[in-house]
Each structure stands twice: as C-alpha cells, then as structure tokens.
C-alpha cells in the first residue's frame, strides 16, 4: 500500500472528519493547488532555475535551503554536513563531498544501501556541533538536519532537527552487518609477471590462530616495500617482539626474517612478492589505507582477539591500572590503539563491539593538518569478550555531552539513500535529508492540522467536491457552522451591550483576564432568558431545528429553550479555528452545573476534541510538546503567561482518543498537568492507566519495540502543588510551572513511583504486591530499551534477580491487554485480573466504583450476599471493613482491586461519587432481585402439591423490589442518562 492510500484509509475511518476520501481525491487536489502560491502565503519565494527557493520555516537560517518544485509540487530543505564529514562506506569512511551516486553507504539498519542522489548547496549562518562519548569524534550539521535520537529518560526513539538535541540525548549507533568473506590463498594474475623467475607461492593454508596473531603486528608495524618485500619497524626496546616475528613468519611462511639496526629502530624484512601482494590487496596499501581483511569478520572470537591483542602491542599502550599515589585514586586496566588510518579504526570498532565491548572513539589533529585516530577500552576487555561465539549485538547509545554552535559559510552536502532514510557518521546515525514534502504535509506542519482536515481544506480551495460526500451533508454542517458563529457574535454583544454582562466582564477582569484574551478567545455571556437566542438565530435566518442540531437550543415536551442561560460562553473550536460548540461557566451558585457543554453534534465530539488547540497548534510544533489542562481558564491564563503550547481536555484528564489527535501531530511527548487536589492524584493515576494501555496498543500498531520506529507520542505527568491550579500557578508563578513542566515525569515512571509510595517494601508481603502491581504496568511498555530499563529498577527496589521479574512479565502483561478500538467506539467494562467471565458486570461496576472512592463505602447500601462472584463479594468485604484498596489488601485481592480500578469510569467534579455508587448499588440490587424474583416464578410453575413459603417469599420480594424502583426513581431524575451511559460502559 502507498503511503497516500494509507493516508487515505486514515482519512476515511476518521468519523469526526465527517469525510471520506479516495485515492484519485489526493492527485485531483494535488494536480489543482498551486503549491507556490500555498506556500507564499507563509514564506518569500525567489525564482531559482525550474524551482523556487526561500528561507526554511522550519528552522532559522541565513542561506535560503527550502526548495519548491512546481513541476513535481513538492517542496524539501536539505539538512546537510559541511566537507570532510566523514560517512561509512562500503571502503570505509570517507568525506561526504568525494561520495558519488552509486556508491554504498551503511545505513541506520546496519546494512549497504545505494546513493541514490548527492545534493550541495551554500550555507551562512551556525552549524551545530555535537560532541559524543563514547564515540567523540565531532559530528556538525546544519540545524535543520534530522538526527534519530534516544531521550534520556523514556530512551524513546524519534527523529529531531539537530538545532534541538540537548545533552544528555542519545545519538544511535546500529550494530553493523559487515561481509565476512572466506581466506583465499589464491594468487591474482595481475599479481604475476609474464617473464622472468616465478615467485614463491602462497602457502596452502596456515593455522588461524597463529595468522591472526601475525596479521596483527603487520597492520600495526609492516608494510610492503617495492611490491616485493614485507617489513616490519620496530624501536630499539622491542627485540622480544622481533623475535616473536622472526618465530611466526618461520613457522606460517617459512621465511627467515632479516634484521638491522638504524639508529633507534630495529627493521625486519623478508622478500616475498606474491606475499607482499596479497597483503596490499585486503589489507590496504600504505598506513593511511590499512584495513581488515573481509574474512576477519567470519573468524572465532578467540582468533579476532588475537589479532587485537597484536595490534594494540605493536600500534597502542596497555595500563595494568592500579592505585596512583599522585591522584589518590584506583586506575582501571585500559589499552588504546592509535592508527593513522581512519578506516581500520572503523574496523577496530566494529570488531570490538561484535565481540560484547564498546570502545572510545578520538580524532586528533596534528599541527601539519594531518588526521591521527584511537580507539580504546577501560577495564579488561578479555572480562567482556565473547567466549568462542559472537554474542549476539544490539546499538550502542552514544551520549551527547556537549552541544555548541559553530559560525560558517560554505558549502553543505547530503545524501539520498535507497531504501533507508538515515546514513552513517564516525558519531552515529543521520537522517539521509531534512523536511520536505507536498501540499497535504505543508498545511499538516505548518498548521498542526490533521490528514483528514488538511484534505478538506485544500478541497475546498481547489473547488473539488469530495467523492462520496452528499451534497447535502456538507449543506447541512456549513450551516451549523454559521449557526455557532452567529451564536459566539450574540453571546460577544451580550458582555459588551446589556448590565448583565458588563458584570460578568468585571468577574472576568478579577480572574486576570485581560481585555486582549477575551477578544482572542471570542469570550461572551448568555443572558438568562427562556428564548432570546433563540429569537436571534430565527432572526439570522436559521430553522428551530437547526439551533437543536448544533447544540444551541434544547428541546423538550415544554417547548423549545435556550441551551445556556445566565452563562460565561467560552466558543470552542477545532484546530481550523471554527466554531463547533460552546463552554459556559455558572454565573450564579444556585445553578445546576458549574460548567455545561454543548451537547454532542455532528461537528462537536468533546471526548476527542481539545480546547485551545486552534490557538496552541504552532507553538506545540515549534516545541515539540503539548501541555494539557483541565479547563478552559486555565488555558486561557496560559496562554497569557506566554505559555501557549497549552490546551484544555475539558474534563478531569486526557482522553484516549484526544491522545489521537495529539499523536498524528507528530510531535514528541505530551505533559498532562493535573490539579494537586485529592481528585486531581486520583486522575493522574487512575487516567494514567488506561492510557498506558493506549501507548501499548499504539506501540503494537506501529511495530513497537523497534529502535527508531515511532511508537506513538509518549505521555509524561505533572502534578501542581497542593491546592493550586494551572489558572493559579501560570498568572503568579510562571517560573515555578515552567519548571514543573521541565520536571514532568514519564507517564510509566509516574505509575510506579505512585505504586511504589503505596507499597510497604520493607514488608514481604508488601513487595510482592508492589511487584505484581508494577509487572503488570510495565507489560505494557511497547519499547523493549524503556521496560528493560523500567524493570531493572523494580527489581531492584523490591530486591529481586531482574532475570526473575522478566521471565514473569509476558504473563503479567496478559491481564493488562485490551481489544483495539476506534475513537468513536465507546469503551467497554473488560475482564481483567482475576476477575472470571461470567461475573455481572455490573457487579464489576459497583467494586470498580468503591476502588476508586473508598471513603464512599458507606453509601453502597449493599450486603456481602448481594454479590454473585466470590472474589468480588471478599473484596467488598475488607472494603467494608476499612481497608484500602492500594495498600491494605492481601496480594490476590490487590492485584484483582488494581484491575478492576484502571477500568473504572473517571467522573467529573460536578459529580458527587457518593450518588454515583448509591445509584449503582441499587441498580445492582434491582438486578438481583429481578433474578431472583424470576427463578422463584420458574420453581413455582414447576411445583406440584405443597410449595411450602414460595409464594410469600415471591410476595416479599415483589414489594422489596417496588420499593427499590420508587426510590431509584426519585434519586435518579437528574441523573439517569448521564449514570446509564457510564454503567453500561
């Protein structure tokens, strides 16, 4: 499937798009929109060639690097790297401007891949400068050039522009695939002369142990001199290692090694062509060429650690460690290798890190300009190496230690890789080119919007009707648009025009609402009459029904009224800044509600719709980060603060499928901020839950657990200080919230951090709950690097082998995963823990209810017996008795109250929990009594003779159950939709 038929489908079952679209609809937009003049509209375009080019709005720049392609109508800037860049090739590392189409370059999976492209082009302006451990060789970039990087602390994998790295980031270094070819005696014919005196030959074959040993004092002391001999310099202090040489060249080629003295060096030579040739043929020619022969790559970890140990005897320095008297401290063992040749300390590295080690990586440069490299390792390599087999090899995370910024002005270079989007360098992985695209991904990035919407919206301006789309239907939302327009102008002359609202106006000012807010947030107030709205939209031309259908007016058997009276209107809109439905806050105490939403329209979905997002697109891409809040105030005052990544979930947390709309931003987390009151702690964790199994469930979709594949946005938890709001802290404590922000936790190492204050540890039975709590949060981590990391410090802090906890996880896991849904499918009660299937699930309801608010125990008038399950009716037992139900209960009983609480519903704060489990309960005892009243009917009509109390026992529960559904009647009235619809999930 083409990305733009994937694009299509995501379109297509996105309801709230309220479209669907056909693959010819992206070509016949496409063919119809011109991309320059789109793109003008935000950038200064100048004629260039076929093409045009601008300043990239992606990052800042001096030289222009955006390109628009009319012809193709795409647009691309090229990220580059400045000259002598050095990139891995198939002949080693080389610099990025000598690099050709065709060539083979490795790529970010390890592998060859063909240069398909080159580009070049000047740049003025800074470069960024990224110095790594253990790999610290230099890498600069221009800003914009995407980087994949690992974050500190999830160790999520993601691309970013290199001007947003940060120390502490992690660059990725892939384990290479090299070819391990076979050792060939075989002499070429080019090696042969056609006259003269026939060489020695070859030998047959030689004892690999012993090569090895001998190919690593030539790399590091040989050469070939005149195509004929090989020689070896030694200093005045090595005459044992002479006469090991003089050994292993008898014993391999059975050649007498000639030996002089000049001056401080020891030479030793042997004439050998064919030797001589081989040698220049795979290993390199001279020292700045030396290389590793491919068929080291297929030889035994003990003949490859021959070789090394060799190499770094003849070319490096060994220290035993030991304690240093003058520093005062234990030195670990190290060696260090120094080679001139750039290519065979690419080999070295390579051949170390397949063998279970990481090295460090230096360049040096000399005053001449010359290059020298080394490679080392501290501590003993011989305690990592691989023992007689290659361990199998994973990345190597290469720390950033140091970001600077780089003057220059010159000439960049990318590559465009077949295959692969990414390259490598001596430092890591860099992506193959910079931001680019068409006119879909411009509105999507430059505007935040999402596929669907960018699709309509370019429709609309090409004049292309959507195919399936009725005519009709696109009427009928258009008018509800210019309903709700003409609504938000009503309530906005509303403050300004009537006593009322010049009231409200003042309430607003005492919040800290500036004059500036209100205009930009369209704020008003709806008058406290029956019909004046009502009146207004008749006036503007609209019908009754339509003011029902966008959720303005309420109709009933009364008649017809106004949807918010005596309200703060706050309009609500979708990320195209349309208005879509309203928000209004209770002017008086008396009223019902604090805050009521429209109700759900064809245009509003509030469970997948995010206050302030139209306001806070831009800033969440140039930050990379969204910030989520409760309320519309408190956005508000955000925004004010100059916080304007920030937007509202117009409720206690962040929904599932708000979350969606975040992820297809493509940015790189999302802070959920919580209230620190007691509900505010509840919903972070309660919330958190379900979310981490939306992060599992997008993770799976996406091939989570594959290092540089996106696995959905991740989700860190902040919680505010005690007592305070977004609204409070952002006016009066700007500093103090950003660094909240800053300090925001990792959504799974809130959980645990959360789990873990609840536990007893230093109780047994305490730690097991918090490992059968904590194994089940991080089953659901998709990303194998974050729950290897996750699990380690579990295991640590309850004092458990690692191993132990990680061969128990998948069955942990089991109990925690749930069914993939669409946003628009409501959730459903899922069976989890220990619960078995056939339980109620109402029964489930009520206990999930109690998890979440114990202190409500007492308003569930229920009796153990009402309860079928045995394991609910125990559970509801020690709640009764006092218990809680995150740190009190035994560990099946905590593991079955852990489940059931990440499913049960989260309420509002105009919800009184205590009514909500009063109603529940008594819904559950009606059910019972219904079954119960059901199945004494069936004994008595299969009774013969004497039925005993049967039909008294009928009687009693007839009138029990009448007066059950007398009293649910009466307490049920305001809220029996609302509490049905939450049960039923």
């Not at 090299?178 to 075989?186: E, N, P, T, Y």
């Not at 030996?259 to 040698?279: K, Q, T, V, Y």
């Not at 039975?765 to 904590?774: D, H, P, S, V, Y």
């Amino acid at each position: 499937m083409t990305a733009r038929a994937a694009w299509c489908r995501e379109c297509s079952q996105r309801p709230a798009a309220n479209v669907v679209a056909m693959p010819g609809d992206f070509d016949l937009v496409k063919e119809r929109v011109d991309i320059v003049q789109l793109i003008s509209e935000s950038v200064p375009l100048k004629k260039a060639g076929r093409g045009y080019v601008g300043l990239c709005p992606f990052h800042l720049e001096k030289t222009p690097s955006f390109h628009v392609d009319a012809e193709r109508r795409t647009y691309k800037c090229f990220g580059c790297l400045p000259p002598d860049a050095l990139i891995k090739t198939a002949d080693g590392p080389r610099p990025i401007q000598d690099i050709k189409p065709g060539e083979l370059v490795y790529a970010g999976d390890g592998r060859l891949h063909e240069v398909v492209v080159t580009h070049e082009h000047a740049f003025t302006g800074s470069l960024v400068k990224l110095i790594c451990a253990p790999f610290k060789v230099p890498l600069l970039l221009t800003p914009d050039h995407k980087i994949p990087i690992l974050r500190p602390k999830s160790r999520r994998a993601e691309e970013i522009e290199a001007v947003r790295i940060r120390p502490q980031n992690y660059l990725i270094y892939p384990p290479v695939d090299r070819h391990a070819g076979s050792i060939s005696w075989d002499a070429l014919s080019a090696w042969l002369r056609p006259k003269g005196k026939r060489p020695k030959p070859l030998p047959l074959q030689v004892e690999t142990v012993v090569f090895a040993e001998w190919l690593g004092w030539y790399l590091a002391e040989g050469s070939v001199s005149n195509d004929r001999s090989v020689r070896f310099s030694l200093s005045s202090d090595e005459f044992a290692v002479a006469q090991r040489l003089a050994e292993l060249t008898d014993g391999l080629f059975e050649e007498k090694l000639k030996m002089s003295r000049e001056g401080s060096r020891i030479e030793l030579w042997f004439c050998h062509a064919l030797l001589a040739r081989w040698l220049k043929h795979y290993c390199g020619d001279g020292s700045h060429n030396k290389r590793l022969p491919d068929f080291v790559w297929g030889w035994q970890s003990r003949e490859q650690w021959e070789l090394l140990r060799a190499l770094v005897q003849g070319d490096g320095s060994i220290s035993r460690g030991g304690y240093v008297a003058q520093y005062g401290f234990v030195a670990k063992p190290s060696w260090e290798l120094t080679l001139a040749s750039a290519r065979l300390i690419d080999d070295v590295r390579d051949l170390v890190i397949a063998n279970g080690v990481i090295p460090t990586v230096r360049e040096y440069h000399h005053q001449d300009g010359r290059r020298a490299w080394t490679v080392g390792v501290k501590g003993d390599p011989r305690q990592g190496w691989s023992g007689g087999e290659h361990r199998p090899t994973d990345l190597v995370c290469v720390r950033v230690r140091k970001v600077e910024r780089v003057e220059y002005d010159g000439p960049v270079f990318n590559l465009t890789v077949a295959d692969q989007h990414t390259y490598l360098t001596m430092s890591g992985t860099v992506c193959n080119c910079g931001e680019g695209g068409d006119v879909f991904t411009w509105l999507e990035k430059q505007r935040g919007l999402s596929p669907s919407e960018a699709l309509k919206e370019l429709a609309d301006r090409a004049g292309v009707e959507l195919t399936r789309r009725a005519p009709e239907e696109r009427k009928f939302e258009d008018r509800l648009l210019q309903a709700n327009d003409a609504a938000a102008f009503y309530f906005r002359q509303a403050l300004r025009g009537t006593p009322r609202g010049k009231t409200v106006a003042e309430y607003l000012g005492k919040r800290g609402i500036t004059p500036e807010s209100i205009d930009a947030f369209g704020i008003g107030y709806a008058p406290d009459e029956r019909g004046s709205l009502l009146a207004y939209l008749k006036k503007k031309g609209f019908s009754e029904d339509e003011g029902v259908a966008a959720g303005l007016i309420f109709k009933n058997e009364n008649g017809l009224w106004d949807r918010f009276r005596d309200r703060l209107m706050v309009p609500i809109r979708d990320r195209r800044g349309r208005a879509i439905a309203f928000g209004g806050r209770a002017m008086r105490a008396d009223q019902q509600g604090k805050y009521v939403n429209s109700a759900q329209t064809a245009l509003f979905n509030k469970s997948a719709t995010l206050y302030g997002l139209d306001k806070a697109s831009a800033a969440i891409r140039k930050e990379g980060t969204a910030v989520i809040v409760e309320g519309y105030f408190d956005t508000i005052a955000c925004h004010q603060s100059g916080f304007t990544n920030v937007v509202a979930s117009m409720g206690t947390a962040l929904t599932e499928d708000q979350y969606r709309v975040l992820n297809d931003m493509k940015i790189e987390r999302a802070i959920v901020a919580f209230d620190g009151d007691a509900a505010g702690q509840r919903s972070a964790e309660s919330r958190g839950r379900e979310l981490l199994s939306a992060l599992s469930r997008f993770g799976s979709d996406a091939g989570g657990g594959s290092l540089g594949t996106r696995t959905g946005l991740a989700l860190f938890v902040t919680v505010l200080p005690e007592g305070l709001d977004p609204d409070d802290v952002a006016r009066k404590e700007p500093e103090v919230f950003r660094q909240l922000l800053a300090d925001a936790k990792p959504l799974l190492e809130f959980l645990i951090d959360r789990v873990r204050a609840a536990s007893r540890l230093d109780q047994s039975e305490g730690r097991l709950r918090f490992l059968q709590r904590t194994a089940a949060l991080i089953a659901e981590e998709p990303d194998p690097v974050r729950r290897e990391v996750y699990l380690s410090e579990v295991a640590g802090s309850a004092g458990v082998d690692p191993a132990f906890l990680r061969e128990r996880l998948p069955a942990a896991g089991k109990g925690t995963q749930r069914t993939a849904r669409t946003p628009a499918e409501p959730v459903k009660a899922a069976s989890e823990g220990p619960t078995p299937k056939q339980t109620p699930s109402r029964e489930r309801y009520v206990i999930a209810l109690l998890i979440r608010y114990p202190e409500e125990i007492a308003r569930a008038d229920l009796a153990p017996t009402d309860l079928v399950d045995p394991l609910l009716r125990a559970l509801y037992e020690q709640l009764q008795a006092g218990k809680r139900p995150d740190s009190d209960l035994p560990a099946q009983q905590a593991a079955l109250a852990a489940a059931l609480g990440a499913n049960a519903p989260e309420l509002d704060e105009q919800t009184d929990p205590g009514q909500v489990i009063e109603i529940a309960a008594r819904n559950l005892r009606v059910e019972n009594l219904r079954r119960r009243l059901g199945d004494a009917r069936e004994q008595l009509a299969r009774a013969e003779g004497d039925v005993g109390g049967l039909d008294g026992e009928i009687a009693r529960m007839v009138e029990d159950l009448d007066q059950l559904m007398k009293r649910r009647e009466r307490r049920t009235v305001l809220h029996s939709s609302e509490l049905l619809r939450e049960e039923d999930r």
